[in-house]
Nanobody, 118 residues
């Protein structure tokens, strides 16, 4: 069983920055693929960024060049640094952990609200 706890959301003005954190417990964190998803009102949940065991990363086109995903294996924590935020980034952001071989081992955090507004 994996427990994920997100933090760092809030209200920020357009052009501002926020850093989200996701603390994981209950498993061998280092082997899991970690990712951030988001869901805006009335829209489907979408993948924002992911980072695999070896450190390779991938981003959605909408956040490429503005967001950075990273992981600290010593702290069992994954981060999402969000820069140059836009109103369309407003959403609930969810942390996800997935085993690289057994996709049934797929876990979600409770979500953290990010609101970009002046």
């Amino acid at each position: 069983q994996v427990q994920l706890v997100e933090s760092g959301g809030g209200l920020v003005q357009p052009g501002g920055s926020l850093r989200l954190s996701c603390a994981a417990s209950g498993t061998i964190f280092t082997i899991y693929r970690m990712a951030w998803y988001r869901q805006a009102p009335g829209k489907q949940r979408e993948l924002v960024a992911e980072i695999i065991r070896g450190g390779s990363t991938d981003y959605s086109d909408s956040v490429q060049g503005r967001f950075i995903i990273s992981r600290d294996n010593a702290k069992n924590t994954v981060y999402l640094q969000m820069n140059s935020l836009k109103p369309e980034d407003t959403a609930v952001y969810y942390c996800n952990a997935r085993h690289p071989l057994n996709y049934a081992l797929d876990y979600w955090g409770q979500g953290t609200q990010v609101t970009v507004s002046s």
